[in-house]
């Protein structure tokens, strides 16, 4: 087991309720507390109106009607609930949720009977300015400006989700393509437009943004009058009034542009072009290698839109790829898009880091400044590779970042998290024009994002959320020496779990190949299966299947049945590259040619993965890991199976 202190594990020991709800006591100790706080405060409001429901309610047999009735369904929720996944358990390891963060879930509790809506101040006048911090602290968190004081502060806010933050990335980025567009449309004079469409289009997202405050300047700068017949004239040329049809038309040397993605992306990278109407044939997926997005690829791609005058949109970065941890090389696709942009295809570079954005704590001084490799892999047997590092690193120079609080944030979900580099291009979202548009009526930053539901993809939502994530960040601030000393636990967990995969495949050596396929970037690993003597990839998948089938939720079964939750995923030719799609077969004893492309599934390898987030997947209180466990768990289920093969 590595070695870790004592006194930073019993710093742990107060975060969550525990597997074995060992913290219970300070938990509803807490929660009561604040409950009755609640209720003090509505008394308080006017103590002079007397309580409405008279004292005598609560004999009335309507009133004990309508308790039964409810104690009833509650009952029965709280029963079904039973059914459900246990994931505070370090015998979890499937998906990317794990407990919950105390501090979190307390203040999400403390909040919910106070409604905040957060879709403005005026519904909500402490959990706004508690959104618009988290995306502060976020955005210190990857690098970003985060002086409300200074013009290119960064800006975040919280979404349902990874799958909105993504969409509203591309929401803003085709806003920021877009606009340059519309001044030359309108014809403003005095700013410094682009000579054609083209440059206009494609202009760096840098230059776009700096066009766009010349133009708030310009604008506030001009008599009353004029000012409102300027904006209005400007918001007529842009394509979120006219339409892609409508803008598309009208300029004729322009293309709906393209997206960059890794085939790795997330699917909602599909979904975000489907619901933004660029239609899903605008992203185009580009191969990995070694696990990680071919930047020659992505140069070349480049290259050939350059050439065919194709325009894209963004490129996407994805920081903890969903399928298997892996981190793209940020600082490799920043450069392109610089290279990119020199001769004339700006376009905006997004991180979809929805999994891997919280890894950015363990790299985090608390003065904000980041921690060299060295200084980052202290204690560690492998992390981070380098490319992890240069990929942190450069996360202050791209142009918008997803991340999931609800991941590895430890927070209920309903938090995902949007933040771009530079607020003042949520300028171009807003619904009522006169609001930000204003020049003369220009507000701070507070003042600005008062109303946040202009600028949002959603309406009303939870305040209830924003002050879980909110209070979290304060408990536990995202640098290595607070909320990173929770990350580092899950990345220790996982060289142990890689450690433990290759002892694995030692011990059965003989009646089962086994590998970790690639080395883990982060607290994600997989491990890919074969009995041996079989050299059909068909039987292997079927193999793995058998064995991921009792590592998954089964409402039907009881709960206490399952030893342990895994995932599954797939490896893939154009995931991987043909190179290491060999290397991993010919390791597995699988021979390449059954690796067929008919499209029956056995086209790819089916791998089982493990999402190692428990904080107690290494129990040091009572000696027991529960990695260990999992490996014996898992070689007396291969055995099983492999006699019930023989058998058959
Ligand atoms: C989880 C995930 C998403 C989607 O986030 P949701 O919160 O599920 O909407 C997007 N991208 C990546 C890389 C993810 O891991």
Same mark, same amino acid.
């Given at each position: 087991?590595?070695?870790?202190?004592?006194?930073?594990?019993?710093?742990?020991?107060?975060?969550?309720?525990?597997?074995?709800?060992?913290?219970?006591?300070?938990?509803?100790?807490?929660?009561?507390?604040?409950?009755?706080?609640?209720?003090?405060?509505?008394?308080?409001?006017?103590?002079?109106?007397?309580?409405?429901?008279?004292?005598?309610?609560?004999?009335?047999?309507?009133?004990?009607?309508?308790?039964?009735?409810?104690?009833?369904?509650?009952?029965?929720?709280?029963?079904?609930?039973?059914?459900?996944?246990?994931?505070?358990?370090?015998?979890?390891?499937?998906?990317?949720?794990?407990?919950?963060?105390?501090? *979190?879930?307390?203040?999400?509790?403390?909040?919910?009977?106070?409604?905040?809506?957060?879709?403005?101040?005026?519904?909500?006048?402490?959990?706004?300015?508690? $959104?618009?911090?988290?995306?502060?602290?976020?955005?210190?968190?990857?690098?970003?400006?985060?002086?409300?004081?200074?013009?290119?502060?960064?800006?975040?806010?919280?979404?349902?989700?990874?799958?909105?933050?993504?969409?509203?990335?591309?929401?803003?980025?085709?806003?920021?393509?877009?606009?340059?567009?519309?001044?030359?449309?309108?014809?403003? !004079?005095?700013?410094?437009?682009?000579?054609?469409?083209?440059?206009?289009?494609?202009?760096?997202?840098?230059?776009?943004?700096?066009?766009?405050?010349?133009?708030?300047?310009?604008?506030? =700068?001009?008599?009353?009058?004029?000012?409102?017949?300027?904006?209005?004239?400007?918001?007529?040329?842009?394509?979120?009034?006219?339409?892609?049809?409508?803008?598309?038309?009208?300029?004729?040397?322009?293309?709906?542009?393209?997206?960059?993605?890794?085939?790795?992306?997330?699917?909602?990278?599909?979904?975000?072009?489907?619901?933004?109407?660029?239609?899903? +044939?605008?992203?185009?997926?580009?191969?990995?290698?070694?696990?990680?997005? &071919?930047?020659? =690829?992505?140069?070349?791609?480049?290259?050939?839109?350059?050439?065919?005058?194709? !325009?894209?949109?963004?490129?996407?970065?994805?920081?903890?790829?969903?399928?298997?941890?892996?981190?793209?090389?940020?600082?490799?696709?920043?450069?392109?898009?610089?290279?990119?942009?020199?001769? *004339?295809?700006?376009?905006?570079?997004?991180?979809?880091?929805?999994? *891997?954005?919280?890894? =950015?704590?363990?790299?985090?001084?608390?003065?904000?400044?980041?921690?060299?490799?060295?200084?980052?892999?202290?204690?560690?047997?492998?992390?981070?590779?380098?490319?992890?590092?240069?990929?942190?690193?450069?996360? =202050?120079?791209?142009?918008?970042?997803?991340?999931?609080?609800?991941?590895?944030?430890?927070?209920?979900?309903?938090?995902?998290?949007?933040?771009?580099?530079?607020?003042?291009?949520?300028?171009?979202?807003?619904?009522?024009?006169?609001?930000?548009?204003?020049?003369?009526?220009?507000?701070?930053?507070?003042?600005?994002?008062?109303?946040?539901?202009?600028?949002?993809? $959603? *309406?009303?939502?939870?305040?209830?959320?924003?002050?879980?994530?909110?209070?979290?960040?304060?408990?536990? !601030?995202?640098?290595?020496?607070?909320?990173?000393?929770?990350?580092?636990?899950?990345?220790?967990?996982?060289? +142990?779990?890689?450690?433990?995969?290759?002892?694995?495949?030692?011990?059965?050596?003989?009646?089962?190949?086994?590998?970790?396929?690639?080395?883990?970037?982060?607290?994600?690993?997989?491990?890919?299966?074969?009995?041996?003597?079989?050299?059909?990839?068909?039987?292997?998948?079927?193999?793995?299947?058998?064995?991921?089938?009792?590592?998954?939720?089964?409402?039907?079964?009881?709960?206490?049945?399952?030893?342990?939750?895994? +995932?599954?995923?797939?490896?893939?030719? $154009?995931?991987?590259?043909?190179?290491?799609?060999?290397?991993?077969?010919?390791?597995?004893?699988?021979?390449?040619?059954?690796?067929?492309?008919?499209?029956?599934?056995?086209?790819?390898?089916?791998?089982?993965?493990?999402?190692?987030?428990?904080?107690?997947?290494?129990?040091? $209180?009572?000696?027991?890991?529960?990695?260990?466990?999992?490996?014996?768990?898992?070689?007396?289920?291969?055995?099983?199976?492999?006699?019930?093969? &023989?058998?058959?």
């Amino acid at each position: 087991m590595p070695a870790e202190s004592p006194l930073t594990r019993h710093r742990i020991d107060a975060c969550f309720l525990g597997p074995y709800g060992e913290n219970n006591n300070l938990l509803e100790k807490l929660v009561v507390e604040f409950l009755r706080d609640h209720v003090y405060w509505r008394r308080n409001f006017h103590p002079e109106d007397p309580p409405a429901i008279s004292t005598e309610a609560s004999r009335h047999p309507d009133y004990l009607a309508f308790e039964s009735r409810m104690r009833r369904e509650l009952h029965q929720l709280s029963a079904s609930l039973k059914k459900s996944v246990p994931f505070h358990s370090p015998r979890y390891m499937g998906h990317m949720v794990s407990d919950l963060l105390m501090p *979190g879930l307390i203040a999400q509790i403390l909040t919910l009977p106070y409604n905040p809506n957060n879709v403005s101040e005026d519904s909500a006048p402490v959990t706004v300015d508690m $959104e618009v911090q988290v995306g502060l602290q976020l955005a210190r968190m990857v690098g970003y400006v985060h002086d409300p004081l200074r013009a290119d502060c960064a800006f975040g806010h919280l979404t349902s989700g990874g799958t909105l933050a993504n969409y509203q990335a591309l929401r803003v980025a085709l806003a920021l393509k877009a606009f340059p567009v519309a001044l030359r449309s309108a014809g403003v !004079p005095d700013l410094d437009l682009p000579e054609d469409d083209w440059s206009a289009f494609n202009l760096h997202p840098h230059k776009a943004t700096q066009l766009l405050d010349d133009w708030l300047t310009w604008l506030a =700068a001009q008599p009353l009058r004029e000012r409102k017949t300027w904006r209005q004239r400007v918001q007529q040329e842009r394509l979120e009034y006219l339409g892609m049809l409508e803008f598309f038309t009208r300029h004729a040397q322009l293309r709906v542009p393209h997206v960059l993605a890794p085939v790795t992306a997330h699917y909602s990278w599909s979904k975000g072009l489907k619901l933004l109407g660029l239609g899903r +044939s605008q992203l185009q997926l580009l191969p990995e290698q070694g696990m990680r997005l &071919d930047t020659d =690829a992505l140069e070349s791609t480049l290259e050939k839109c350059r050439r065919e005058r194709q !325009p894209v949109l963004m490129s996407v970065a994805v920081l903890g790829t969903t399928e298997y941890g892996t981190f793209d090389p940020v600082d490799g696709i920043v450069a392109a898009r610089e290279r990119a942009a020199a001769l *004339g295809l700006g376009h905006s570079v997004h991180v979809d880091a929805a999994w *891997g954005g919280y890894l =950015a704590t363990v790299f985090r001084n608390e003065d904000g400044s980041l921690r060299s490799r060295d200084e980052v892999a202290r204690g560690y047997h492998a992390f981070p590779a380098p490319e992890v590092h240069a990929a942190i690193a450069a996360l =202050a120079d791209t142009d918008s970042i997803t991340i999931d609080p609800h991941k590895l944030g430890y927070l209920p979900f309903g938090t995902g998290a949007f933040i771009c580099r530079d607020h003042r291009v949520t300028a171009l979202l807003s619904e009522e024009a006169d609001y930000v548009f204003g020049g003369a009526s220009a507000t701070s930053y507070h003042e600005r994002y008062r109303g946040l539901g202009q600028f949002i993809p $959603e *309406g009303s939502k939870s305040g209830a959320n924003a002050a879980a994530v909110y209070v979290t960040h304060r408990v536990l !601030p995202l640098d290595h020496l607070h909320f990173g000393r929770l990350t580092r636990q899950t990345l220790l967990a996982a060289e +142990s779990f890689h450690a433990g995969a290759n002892r694995f495949a030692d011990k059965m050596h003989g009646r089962v190949n086994a590998i970790v396929p690639f080395q883990p970037d982060s607290n994600l690993v997989c491990l890919a299966l074969n009995p041996a003597g079989n050299t059909r990839v068909a039987n292997a998948n079927a193999f793995v299947h058998r064995l991921h089938d009792d590592m998954r939720a089964d409402p039907r079964q009881p709960l206490q049945l399952k030893q342990f939750f895994g +995932s599954m995923t797939t490896l893939r030719p $154009e995931a991987l590259g043909d190179t290491e799609m060999r290397r991993i077969l010919g390791q597995l004893g699988l021979d390449v040619a059954t690796l067929d492309g008919v499209g029956n599934g056995d086209d790819r390898l089916v791998i089982l993965r493990h999402t190692l987030m428990n904080p107690y997947l290494i129990d040091h $209180e009572n000696g027991i890991s529960y990695i260990d466990l999992y490996f014996d768990y898992l070689a007396s289920r291969v055995q099983q199976l492999l006699v019930a093969h &023989d058998a058959a």
